[in-house]
């Protein structure tokens, strides 16, 4: 699987929209990009995932760039809950998926 | 639905001691996946079971093993623990076709001393 490289910390104040970068240079065609979080202690959450096309749910908007070397995942309205570690992650899919997490980029959102 | 569950919560053990982590799912998930947190480092991935009666091994497999009992039940056995393994060990399931969505529980805090 390709290797990411994140920020190590970011702020962002709340209310305003969270842009957490991610550079998967070595990505191949058949590998899609996932992100997950892990708020304080707990288990990581899955939040979004793509492989050429920008994708939109309730957590999260995911921009791909065209070279599909980079993304960012956005955080349109960040509250403080939205604090946590965001991993970006990226996989084949298929059967028991192996996916390798990083250090990840840390999320502070003030107030 | 519960969930994925994994007990115990905490557990403190002596070097050399054993133990038995377990980690149930109630989604009908085919795939499960044991990994482990040291900390400020990512998750590693210890052992994983595409279904049931089937497992392999990950990233750091060694001084670990694992049962895959039934499609629910996938436990992590530590056969004589060491101080390395001290670290938050969390369980994972995956329904199929799920395009990596893996569920997560909420981890089992283990110290050896």
């Known amino acids: 699987d390709a290797k990411t490289t994140q920020p190590p910390s970011m702020d962002c104040a709340e209310g305003r929209a969270a842009n957490l970068p991610c550079n998967h240079s070595?990505?191949?065609?058949?590998?899609?990009v996932y992100w997950y979080r892990q708020i304080h202690s707990q288990g990581p959450q899955y939040i979004i995932h793509?492989?050429?096309n920008n994708e939109t749910n309730e957590m999260a908007s995911l921009i791909i760039t065209e070279d599909r070397k980079s993304s960012t995942l956005i955080l349109p309205h960040a509250t403080l809950r939205d604090t946590a570690v965001y991993y970006c992650?990226?996989?084949?899919?298929?059967?028991?998926?192996?996916?390798?997490f990083g250090t990840g980029t840390r999320l502070q959102v003030t107030l | 639905n519960a969930g994925v569950t994994q007990t115990p919560k905490f557990q403190v053990l002596k070097t050399g001691q054993s133990m038995t982590l377990q980690c149930a799912q109630d989604?009908?998930?085919?795939?499960m996946y044991w990994y482990r947190q040291d900390p400020g480092m990512g998750l590693r991935l210890i052992y994983y079971?595409?279904?049931?009666?089937?497992?392999d091994k990950g990233e750091v497999p060694n001084g670990y093993n694992v049962s895959r009992l039934n499609k629910r039940e996938f436990s992590l056995r530590l056969e004589s623990a060491a101080p390395s393994q001290t670290s938050v060990y969390f369980c994972?399931?995956?329904?199929?076709?799920?395009?990596?969505?893996?569920?997560f529980g909420p981890g089992t805090r283990l110290t050896v001393l």
């Open positions: 992650i990226v996989s084949s899919t298929g059967t028991a998926s192996k996916l390798t």
């Open positions: 070595t990505i191949s065609g058949n590998e899609y």
């Open positions: 793509g492989l050429k």
């Open positions: 989604m009908n998930h085919n795939s």
């Open positions: 079971s595409a279904s049931e009666g089937t497992t």
């Open positions: 994972a399931s995956e329904p199929p076709s799920s395009y990596n969505e893996q569920f």
